[in-house]
């Protein structure tokens, strides 16, 4: 009978099996995080867009109305305090307004500077799924190029710019083959991806802390209790507008009293 081959590996090939591995598990997390990242921002995106159709466009109406009732104010008492608040109450109408109605206005005219559009091109060269080596790295630029497109979206030009640099590093900077050139590349990969997924940690704390997200959870907990948040808003702030209106007529009987 032929002797058998056994095949001894090297300490190299072992460490290089075991960053494979490491890497492997690594890049599973940094997906999981992108995807709950990915569906906070969803979630947060397509309540923000209820709560601005249901209670932003109210809120923008009544500060509207209090910014008119300073301003009539103005002609009543003729004074600094007067002019002063008014100058404040149209202020803030001003802010509630864009808040309400500027983000849907900049989404449907968005369109991205050439610059972006370059440093898009340029990345999407470099990770395009169609340029792997193997199933591995395909299923690695997969992801990559889903985050290139989310940032593109979002005119977010630090995140294409680091998926850039990040492989040019890999790539270009370290060059050579055999095991070691290889558990470098793999080491620095792995870097990359920690990196990633601590700035996806604090990117999600960011949005759960945001008022946009505070307000869901109020929402979502008055909904256990069979109630409708936004609805209730919407409620109280239609009152709110009547009384303004009332005061907005008064004010202007006032005026036209006093002959101004």
Known sequence: MPAEIILQQTPDDEALLDKRKQLAMVRTTLAERESEVAQIRAQLKTFEGRYLR????????LDDLEARIAEREVALYDSDSARRRAEETRRQAQETH???FGEA????EFDPPPSLKTLFRDVAKRIHPDFARDDAEQKHFTLLMARANQAYSRGDTETLQRLLDD?????????????????????????HAERDIGTLDAARRTLLTGEIAQLYLDAEAAAREHRDLLTELATSLREQIADARGRFELIDRQISAHGK
Not at 167 to 191: D, K, M, P
């Open 54 to 61: 249901q209670v932003g466009v109210l809120y923008a109406e």
């Open 167 to 191: 492989h040019r590093e890999i790539n270009a900077s370290i060059a050579g083959e055999g095991a070691a050139a290889e558990l470098l590349r793999i080491t620095r990969q792995i870097q």
């Open 98 to 100: 864009d808040a309400a």
């Open 105 to 108: 206005h900049e989404a449907e």
